[in-house]
């Protein structure tokens, strides 16, 4: 199994609060990516990274933001969370970002914005 | 635009039947398409990958999937199904030099009976 963590793993929050996504990463992979899964839409790309402090907006990133400071880890914040954003939030991350590479992928975050 | 279509979100077929998963794509180039499985509360993990050198692509657990660019299509297919392959799959395609997002299908569920 690729190294990628992930955390919290499950998280209950109230609809306006910030909330803070982890993702970890020991396998030293260049591109990291954050996907939302919703029932009948798979996943759904929200931001991705090509290196540290490089970031860049997927289809669904109104709402959120990244950032990476370290290779290895990749932060996904709600700056003040929706019930819209209720989800299950995965990441990624891929060893070049080139069109074949696999995506290896973390266990998930549910998230629920009461 | 690049979009996955997959028909039908749930799938049930009976242990030891053929497995066929729909997916079709619809790119403007040559795409790359993957395979992805989920099991209940995991992340996704790669099946197998079409990226142009064989149109029949062997993938792990005794799948397999055949790229047609006449039909637009990157079915996938299993002979016998067996009760451990119950999970959800995804279609998805690379996203062309644009660092190796993939864009989803919105998932099959398949149910194996005994």
């Not at chain 1, 919703?38 to 109104?62: A, M, N, Q």
């Not at chain 1, 290895?72 to 891929?94: H, K, N, R």
Request: charged share 15%; glycine share 8%; with cysteine.
């Amino acid at each position: 199994d690729a190294g990628i963590t992930q955390s919290p793993r499950h998280k209950v929050t109230e609809t306006g609060t910030p909330v803070t996504l982890r993702c970890h990463q020991t396998e030293n992979h260049r591109y990291m990516y954050w996907y939302r899964q919703d029932p009948g839409h798979g996943l759904r790309l929200i931001h991705y990274s090509y290196g540290v402090k490089d970031t860049d907006k997927g289809e669904v990133s109104d709402g959120y933001s990244v950032s990476r400071s370290k290779t290895e880890d990749f932060l996904l914040t709600l700056e003040s969370a929706t019930s819209s954003q209720t989800s299950v939030y995965f990441c990624a991350i891929s060893l070049a970002g080139a069109n074949t590479d696999t995506q290896y992928f973390g266990p998930g975050t549910r998230l629920t914005v009461l | 635009a690049q979009s996955v279509t997959q028909l039908g979100s749930h799938v049930s077929v009976s242990e030891g039947a053929l497995v066929l998963l729909r997916c079709n794509y619809s790119s403007s180039v040559p795409p790359y398409l993957f395979w992805y499985v989920q099991y209940p509360n995991q992340g996704l993990q790669l099946l197998l990958k079409y990226t142009s050198a064989a149109t029949l692509v062997k993938g792990i657990n005794g799948f397999e999937a055949e790229f047609k660019k006449s039909e637009t299509s990157f079915h996938l297919t299993k002979p016998s199904a067996h009760m451990s392959d119950a999970a959800e799959y995804f279609c998805a395609v690379s996203n062309q030099n644009q660092g190796g997002k993939l864009i989803f299908g919105q998932g099959t569920e398949l149910s194996v009976k005994p």
